[in-house]
Protein backbone atom coordinates (compact mmCIF):
# COMPACT_ATOMS: atom_id res chain seq x y z
CA UNK A 1 0.00 0.00 0.00
CA UNK A 2 1.28 3.31 -0.72
CA UNK A 3 1.59 6.38 1.49
CA UNK A 4 -0.92 8.08 0.55
CA UNK A 5 -3.78 5.11 0.42
CA UNK A 6 -2.49 4.55 4.13
CA UNK A 7 -2.72 8.34 4.48
CA UNK A 8 -6.18 8.28 3.01
CA UNK A 9 -7.60 5.35 4.74
CA UNK A 10 -6.37 7.05 8.11
CA UNK A 11 -8.76 10.13 7.44
CA UNK A 12 -11.69 7.26 6.34
CA UNK A 13 -11.13 6.02 9.58
CA UNK A 14 -11.00 9.69 11.59
CA UNK A 15 -14.43 10.15 9.56
CA UNK A 16 -12.94 13.10 7.43
CA UNK A 17 -15.01 13.91 4.47
CA UNK A 18 -12.77 13.76 1.61
CA UNK A 19 -14.26 16.11 -0.89
CA UNK A 20 -11.63 16.50 -3.66
CA UNK A 21 -8.88 14.23 -4.60
CA UNK A 22 -5.73 14.44 -7.51
CA UNK A 23 -3.92 10.46 -6.97
CA UNK A 24 -1.65 11.75 -9.63
CA UNK A 25 -0.33 14.77 -7.24
CA UNK A 26 -1.23 12.64 -3.92
CA UNK A 27 -3.39 15.21 -2.43
CA UNK A 28 -7.04 15.19 -0.70
CA UNK A 29 -9.05 18.19 0.31
CA UNK A 30 -11.07 16.80 3.31
CA UNK A 31 -13.59 18.32 5.72
CA UNK A 32 -14.99 17.71 9.38
CA UNK A 33 -17.05 20.86 9.60
CA UNK A 34 -18.06 19.97 13.47
CA UNK A 35 -14.26 20.74 14.05
CA UNK A 36 -13.96 23.64 12.14
CA UNK A 37 -12.13 21.60 9.44
CA UNK A 38 -12.97 22.99 6.39
CA UNK A 39 -10.41 22.67 2.59
CA UNK A 40 -7.87 21.00 4.60
CA UNK A 41 -5.13 20.28 2.24
CA UNK A 42 -3.54 16.87 2.56
CA UNK A 43 -0.34 16.65 0.68
CA UNK A 44 1.88 13.38 0.39
CA UNK A 45 5.06 14.79 -0.60
CA UNK A 46 7.53 11.97 0.08
CA UNK A 47 9.05 11.86 2.76
CA UNK A 48 6.90 14.03 4.15
CA UNK A 49 2.83 14.53 4.24
CA UNK A 50 2.26 18.77 4.08
CA UNK A 51 -1.14 19.61 6.06
CA UNK A 52 -2.65 23.22 5.05
CA UNK A 53 -5.67 24.98 5.90
CA UNK A 54 -6.52 28.58 4.58
CA UNK A 55 -7.20 30.85 7.83
CA UNK A 56 -8.17 34.22 6.62
CA UNK A 57 -6.78 37.13 4.05
CA UNK A 58 -4.39 39.86 5.55
CA UNK A 59 -6.61 42.86 4.43
CA UNK A 60 -4.81 45.16 7.20
CA UNK A 61 -0.90 44.50 7.83
CA UNK A 62 -0.18 45.02 11.04
CA UNK A 63 2.21 44.87 13.92
CA UNK A 64 -0.13 43.64 16.36
CA UNK A 65 -1.47 41.18 14.14
CA UNK A 66 1.86 39.58 13.18
CA UNK A 67 2.88 39.91 16.75
CA UNK A 68 -0.47 37.93 18.11
CA UNK A 69 -0.05 35.47 15.49
CA UNK A 70 3.66 34.89 16.55
CA UNK A 71 2.85 34.36 20.19
CA UNK A 72 -0.30 31.74 19.30
CA UNK A 73 2.33 29.56 17.39
CA UNK A 74 4.40 29.36 20.49
CA UNK A 75 1.03 27.59 22.57
CA UNK A 76 0.04 25.68 18.93
CA UNK A 77 1.11 21.80 19.88
CA UNK A 78 1.41 20.89 16.43
CA UNK A 79 1.69 23.32 13.27
CA UNK A 80 2.06 27.02 13.30
CA UNK A 81 0.46 30.11 11.46
CA UNK A 82 2.25 30.73 8.45
CA UNK A 83 2.04 33.55 5.35
CA UNK A 84 1.72 32.37 1.56
CA UNK A 85 3.88 33.44 -0.69
CA UNK A 86 1.84 36.18 -1.75
CA UNK A 87 1.80 37.48 2.18
CA UNK A 88 -1.51 38.15 2.16
CA UNK A 89 -3.11 34.55 3.27
CA UNK A 90 -2.92 33.38 7.08
CA UNK A 91 -2.71 29.58 6.73
CA UNK A 92 -2.36 26.35 9.58
CA UNK A 93 1.01 24.11 8.31
CA UNK A 94 1.99 21.18 9.70
CA UNK A 95 4.61 18.93 8.07
CA UNK A 96 5.13 14.87 9.27
CA UNK A 97 7.23 12.73 8.39
CA UNK A 98 5.12 9.68 6.18
CA UNK A 99 7.27 7.07 6.74
CA UNK A 100 7.02 6.53 10.23
CA UNK A 101 3.36 8.32 10.16
CA UNK A 102 0.43 6.56 12.26
CA UNK A 103 -3.42 7.43 12.61
CA UNK A 104 -2.43 8.45 16.40
CA UNK A 105 0.48 11.01 14.65
CA UNK A 106 -2.26 12.29 11.62
CA UNK A 107 -4.95 12.78 14.62
CA UNK A 108 -3.14 14.52 16.82
CA UNK A 109 -2.12 17.26 13.84
CA UNK A 110 -5.39 17.75 12.72
CA UNK A 111 -6.88 17.74 16.73
CA UNK A 112 -4.45 20.49 17.04
CA UNK A 113 -5.56 23.04 14.51
CA UNK A 114 -9.30 22.31 15.75
CA UNK A 115 -8.34 23.15 18.65
CA UNK A 116 -6.25 26.48 17.87
CA UNK A 117 -9.74 27.24 15.84
CA UNK A 118 -11.69 26.84 18.67
CA UNK A 119 -9.54 28.70 21.17
CA UNK A 120 -8.70 31.28 18.64
CA UNK A 121 -11.43 31.47 17.28
CA UNK A 122 -12.28 35.29 17.94
CA UNK A 123 -9.43 36.61 17.45
CA UNK A 124 -8.62 35.23 13.96
CA UNK A 125 -12.35 36.41 12.95
CA UNK A 126 -11.03 39.84 14.41
CA UNK A 127 -8.07 39.88 12.19
CA UNK A 128 -10.15 38.63 8.91
CA UNK A 129 -12.20 41.47 9.69
CA UNK A 130 -9.52 44.34 10.47
Do not use: W
Amino acid sequence: MSNFEKVKGYLRELEYDITFEDASEELVMVEKEDEGIKNLMVDCEDPIIILEQFLFNVNNESQDLYKSLLRKNREIVHGAFVLDDTGKKVLFRDTLQLENLDLNELEGSINSLSLLLSEYYNELIGFAKA
